[in-house]
């Protein structure tokens, strides 16, 4: 019986996993979160690079997360989606550009194989500002009691193409410090 199983109630198959983390996102965005910074810490251990993380206790002004590692600062916005999700763009708030080295790591998980598949980065170099996020706003998901989704006027929808796509935590760990992230105290 997996753990899923004895919450649930059945035999989970892998369609019964991917409805249950999608209405878990609470959950799932922090389990992500921990695993991601986990993997992140890893790979800068690893290197030799001291650093501290850490956690926005709301998102308010668009970031999750803030890694400091050396001299370099990184206020990170995390997103997620599932394996073979249809999802082409992410919603930032624009407030993520006024923190330094501020960036975006888009987190693409396979359910089955309970691992990341792929990281999207958009961001700049270390030291650097965060890219123009464009004009595309964004609306809310309900509408008001007249019907109407409003703009939403700090968040900006950022496109699937506005991502590169990395394959390793250590190409992700290169965008956010640089390669030359070894031995910062």
Known sequence: ???????TGHRIVEDDRIRWLTHQSTLREKIFEQR??????LELIERGTEFTVLNAMWDRDGYDVVVDAGPIVRHIQLKATT???????????????????????????DPIGRRFTE?????AAPGLPLPDLGDRPVRHTRANAAGVKAIRPDIRALG?????RL?????????????????CA
């Open 167 to 183: 394959a390793t935590v250590g190409e992700l760990a290169d965008r956010l410090f640089g390669k030359e992230a070894h031995g």
């Open 36 to 41: 991601l910074i986990a993997d992140i810490g």
């Open 119 to 123: 990281y999207r980065w958009f961001g």
């Open 83 to 109: 394996v073979g999700t249809a999802t082409r763009e992410v919603p930032i708030n624009v407030r993520l550009a006024a923190k330094p080295s501020g960036c975006v790591i888009w987190l693409v998980f």
């Open 1 to 7: 019986m997996t753990s899923l199983e004895a919450i």
């Open 160 to 164: 699937l193409a506005r991502f590169e």
